[in-house]
């Protein structure tokens, strides 16, 4: 691993005005009722806090864990479910929180799976997109940045389970 530190894409202040707009954005288009995030683990966890910190009215939170990728940096393709959710999703505004879609194989698996259990209805929050690595296409309701094709890390984000502690999104160089 290398000792430097990445280098800044998206600063704090940045995530956290951008974020506080989603959760606006997303409480308007659902402005009564509870809405349930169903959290992508692990990389979406700080996004998963802030967004509901700055949300108003009724919240509820599950958390869900799938891999796709091994310790690298390329995707296998492969989308396997290793944590499932405590409970069911029928009748209920659902809103998949998930930290950054690449080739949207991981979201397009998700979004099929949670569809089927029934829910209101389904939407999809994804604080990065890399657009231009999309391998399928996919619907992601609620974006907060769109980014160029690098691999990055830190505010929830790993690079072989190293940086998501930093406050920010950066670029290993
Ligand atoms: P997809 O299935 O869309 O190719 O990949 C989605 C998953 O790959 C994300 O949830 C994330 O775990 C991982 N991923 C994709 N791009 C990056 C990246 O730039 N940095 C990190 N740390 N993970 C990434």
Request: hydrophobic share 40%; glycine share 8%; with cysteine.
């Amino acid at each position: 691993m290398s000792s430097a530190k990445p280098a800044v894409l998206i600063d704090h202040d940045e995530l956290s005005a951008r974020i506080t707009a989603l959760a606006h954005e997303i409480r308007q288009d659902f402005p009564t009722g509870q809405l349930h995030f169903v959290c992508v683990l692990k990389g979406a966890f700080l996004f998963l806090g802030d967004l509901i910190r700055a949300m108003d009215g009724h919240v509820t939170i599950d958390f869900m864990a799938c891999s796709s990728y091994g310790a690298g940096t390329s995707s296998s393709g492969e989308v396997r479910l290793s944590k499932d959710l405590d409970s069911g999703l029928e009748g209920r505004d659902v809103i998949i929180v998930e930290d950054i879609v690449d080739t949207g194989l991981t979201l397009h698996y998700l979004q099929e799976i949670l569809q089927a259990r029934g829910p209101r209805t389904l939407r999809t929050a994804c604080l990065l997109s890399k657009p231009s690595r999309r391998k399928i296409a996919i619907t992601v309701d609620y974006i907060g940045f769109t980014i160029e094709d690098k691999f990055v890390v830190g505010y929830g984000l790993d690079y072989a389970e190293q940086y998501r502690n930093l406050p920010y999104i950066g670029v290993l160089e």
